[in-house]
């Protein structure tokens, strides 16, 4: 294809959401990134250090005055950094990630309508989901 068409693949690419990176994961400030893919609430998550996701409701403590309940997650499944990438088997053994507790969200609600036609059945309900908002602190290896 020429290169007319792979910049606009790219373009539709970023527009979709998809965030764009250099073969060597390299911030903006040539800074290198560590990522890890942890496993939480049967879903698997690409994070690295700041960023800020949704999680399932997981049992947390009452934090203290003023500070922030501190969550680990220990099923961590793949790490890459400066040693290279390490994939567990299916858990990286002594991996963690550690975030904390922002606070808890609701989800947007999913309107459920069933219907049988022509018998005057209608039915309506919906569903809004709990999650907890956490911004992750560290990868430790």
């Given at each position: 294809m020429g290169s007319v068409w792979g910049a606009l693949e790219l373009t539709a690419f970023a527009l979709a959401g998809?965030?764009?990176?250099?073969?060597t994961q390299c911030g903006e400030r040539g800074v290198f990134?560590?990522?890890?893919?942890i496993e939480t609430g049967g879903k698997q998550y690409r994070v690295q250090a700041g960023d800020v996701l949704d999680v399932e409701l997981l049992p947390v403590e009452a934090a203290k005055d003023g500070e922030r309940e501190k969550i680990v997650f220990d099923r961590?499944?793949?790490?890459y950094?400066?040693?290279?990438t390490r994939v567990g088997?299916?858990?990286?053994?002594?991996?963690r990630v550690e975030a904390e507790l922002l606070h808890d969200t609701?989800?947007?609600?999913?309107?459920?309508?069933?219907?049988?036609?022509?018998?005057?059945?209608?039915?309506?309900?919906?569903?809004?989901?709990?999650?907890?908002?956490?911004?992750?602190?560290?990868?430790?290896?």
């Open positions: 998809y965030a764009l990176r250099p073969a990134v560590m990522f890890a893919v961590v499944l793949l790490v950094g400066e040693g290279g088997n299916p858990v990286i053994p002594g991996a609701r989800g947007p609600k999913v309107r459920i309508f069933k219907k049988v036609r022509r018998k005057g059945y209608k039915r309506q309900g919906g569903h809004r989901q709990d999650y907890l908002k956490i911004r992750v602190q560290n990868i430790v290896i």
